[in-house]
């Protein structure tokens, strides 16, 4: 990935640029706070930090409109921040609590929010996507201008369910964006090793999706992108495929040393490209804000997390009771 060019001019209003930066970096210090709550045991299993490509799903989000739906692996937290999940609620599922979004019973992989149109957090790599379509397909049969943002990332590019969904979504023009979140590492196998053909968004080329390849470390960027591919599907034109790169700066989950790729590499990337600082300097830059009214800013959003990281603690466990609610459906009287 290219370096980003200096010039930091930008034609971004004010206030979208601190909606930017605030979205992202709320993002970025919950992941920081999760991955505490996990070294000292308070969350179980695994945990996936989204550290690094937060400007994903925040440009995507700017690009979508109230009733649009998402839904992404497990690499979700991130995603459930962007599109205005309350932290408390996500913290507490993440430490296993009664006051998370599903109960404490879910963890990251099983989180959903009806009110947010957030359908998961998948465990299965690259199950998310066909469920993505049929989302898609309940909206075009409604006959209503709703969007679908399936995302999944460059590993789960390689499974065949997605060339599946591929097919079907443009036979019967589904307003779906498949979002490939391409950060170089799937698991741990670079894709220079396990992809021969590496420009992923032109694979749907063989079923008449167009596409393109987007920097995912501007937020800008993103943004344009997430436009031209929310027209394209709106005006009833079928599926989009939005290929992102960017880049974690953490391992695969808290239990990956990645020692696939080496620190300078890692340094390299938050020295030259973080996504945050970008925003951060076309601030400064353009004279929107003072390193004083950026640091408040990161002072109260560090207040939100340290709030809702209280909250996860103070929430009790499931009940025992509690094992088998909101497992099955509701039985249906007889007449």
Known sequence: MAARK??????????????????????????????????????????????GQEAVVVGLEAAASEGDKRLTSYRDHGHMLACGMDPKGVMAELTGREGGYSRGKGGSMHMFSKEKHFYGGHGIVGAQVPIGAGLALSDKYKGNDRVTFTYFGDGAANQGQVYETYNMAELWDLPVIFVIENNQYAMGTSVQ????????????????????????????????????????????????ILEIKTYRYRGHSMSDPAKYRSREEVQKMREERDAIDHVRDLLLTGKHATEDELKAIDKDIKAVVNEAAEFAKASPEPALDQLYTDIYAAEVPQA
């Not at 930008?10 to 605030?22: A, C, I, M």
């Not at 991955?35 to 308070?42: D, E, I, R």
Request: aromatic share 10%; with cysteine; proline share 4%.
């Open 6 to 51: 200096p010039d930091v001019k930008s034609n971004t209003s004010k206030d979208d640029l601190l909606k930017f930066y605030r979205d992202m970096l709320m993002i970025r210090r919950f992941e920081e706070k999760a991955g505490q709550l996990y070294g000292m045991g308070l969350i179980g299993g695994f945990c996936h930090l989204y550290i």
């Open 193 to 240: 090793r396990s992809t021969k053909s590496p420009s992923m968004w032109e694979r749907g080329a063989a079923y008449g999706i167009p596409g393109e390849a987007v920097d995912g470390m501007d937020v800008l960027a993103v943004k344009a992108a997430g436009d031209k591919a929310v027209a394209h599907c709106r005006a009833g034109n079928g599926p989009y």
